[in-house]
């Protein structure tokens, strides 16, 4: 047919455009960097050790605006991506009955208020991703993500480098951003940047992003942000279809290297234990938050509902300390949500990974890392369906796994 071919070239283009354009290192649109940049320092900690409470301050004012204000420009965006009457919602409803269930719990807990706030953020966050979707391609949007995310860890890193000195790990000092926020904010992009390496889209520059990607990850000493990176890295490789030969080589050659450092060297010894071999259990001081989490509920209500999205900390019965923050989505979805609540939350994973499974390659192969580095930090973690780094990712990624209509398949 003499369409044919044309029709052929016009689907591997909107392939290459939608897709081989993810670069943390190129130029995202404008409108698309700025949303993005816009929601991630509205979603990080504006001060040290802070958590929203109830309370109205010039800080809480100036992050709703500054949300409201990404909103705006994402709906005001000409529309580029996926038109509406294409467009699916994914993971939406299953978190409004997740809000839902935390708001009706926090209710009955007499902590209505400050629950309601924070699920507002959430809503005007997934409503300025829906937007971001509709308006933008997922190759770009993901790039402006991955860009604003670069830029936002740099600034902070830079002006934090004081912290190596005092604590030994790497924080951010504007914004203060804790280390593990900032090994999430560069694995990310590394991961994008990988997934360009293993389909041929990488340059020379993403190459030389490589190295000192890693190095700002090994000086935050995130230990599970790092064990998440390497598997969803593992996952990424074993995904392509052919990993090319210079890249083949170059982890072939790099198996005796990393096998010495960790056998023959204390390097790995040292950033596992952090100088103190007791550090190593920090789990046992999560395991005393979570014991007393799952022992946190006076009533069934609070067991089945949860007390609300406002309760970050708990009380604990420890030596040195009274109370906890829960760190862990899972175990703050039961304490926040309660049963229903975390059965929501993993009907949402589940239907985002049917999501991922059911996308066509190359895409598939990066929302899957992407899915499973977030997963990985999950469980020692908290924020995956917050207002975070963490949740702005999820909803993007989840969001942009779209059908593509029949004129497209092959």
């Not at 047919?1 to 943390?24: E, I, Q």
């Not at 409470?53 to 420009?73: H, P, R």
């Not at 940047?193 to 990488?202: D, E, K, S």
């Not at 949500?337 to 589940?350: D, K, N, Q, S, Y």
Request: hydrophobic share 55%; charged share 10%; proline share 7%.
């Amino acid at each position: 047919m003499p369409t044919s071919r044309p029709a052929a070239s016009n689907r591997a283009g909107l392939a290459r455009a939608d897709l081989g354009v993810v670069s943390p290192l190129g130029r995202p649109p404008a409108r698309a960097l700025v949303v993005c940049l816009l929601l991630l320092v509205s979603s990080v900690a504006w001060r040290k050790g802070s958590y929203f409470s109830g309370g109205v301050d010039a800080v809480v004012m100036a992050k709703a605006a500054l949300s409201l204000v990404a909103l705006a420009a994402a709906a005001t965006a000409p529309a580029r991506g996926t038109p509406w009457a294409r467009l699916r919602v994914g993971p939406l409803p299953l978190l409004g009955a997740y809000l839902a269930v935390t708001t009706v719990g926090a209710a009955l807990y007499d902590s209505a208020m400050p629950t309601m706030v924070l699920a507002a953020r959430l809503l005007i966050l997934a409503a300025t991703a829906v937007c971001l979707v509709h308006a933008f391609p997922a190759g770009e949007l993901l790039s402006a993500l991955t860009c604003a995310m670069l830029l936002l860890a740099g600034f902070a890193s830079v002006t934090g480098l004081g912290s190596l000195a005092s604590s030994g790990r790497l924080y951010g000092g504007v914004p203060p951003l804790n280390a593990n926020e900032i090994s999430l904010l560069v694995s990310v992009p590394l991961l994008c940047i990988l997934w360009r390496c293993v389909h041929r889209y990488a340059t020379w520059r993403d190459l030389a992003a490589i190295a000192p990607c890693l190095g700002v990850i090994w000086l935050t000493g995130t230990r599970t942000g790092l064990v998440a990176l390497a598997l969803a890295a593992l996952v990424l490789v074993l995904m392509a279809p052919r990993i090319p030969v210079p890249m083949m080589c170059a982890g072939l050659l790099a198996i005796p290297s990393v096998l010495g450092i960790v056998f023959l060297t204390p390097v790995v010894n040292a950033y596992a234990t952090r100088g103190d071999s007791a550090s190593l259990l920090t789990l046992n001081s999560r395991t005393v938050a979570w014991h007393a989490a799952f022992n946190f509920a006076d009533t069934w209500p609070e067991r089945v509902l949860g007390v609300g999205l406002a309760v970050k900390r708990i009380p604990v019965s420890a030596m040195y300390r009274s109370d906890q923050i829960l760190d862990s989505t899972w175990v703050s979805a039961y304490v926040q949500a309660g049963v229903a609540g975390t059965a929501l939350l993993l009907l949402l994973v589940l239907a985002t990974g049917a999501r991922v499974a059911a996308t066509r390659p190359p895409m598939r192969s990066l929302s899957a890392s992407l899915l499973l580095l977030l997963l990985g930090r999950s469980f020692l973690e908290s924020g995956v369906l917050d207002a975070t780094p963490s949740g702005i990712t999820f909803l993007l990624v989840a969001l942009a796994l779209q059908p593509r209509p029949p004129q497209e398949e092959p």
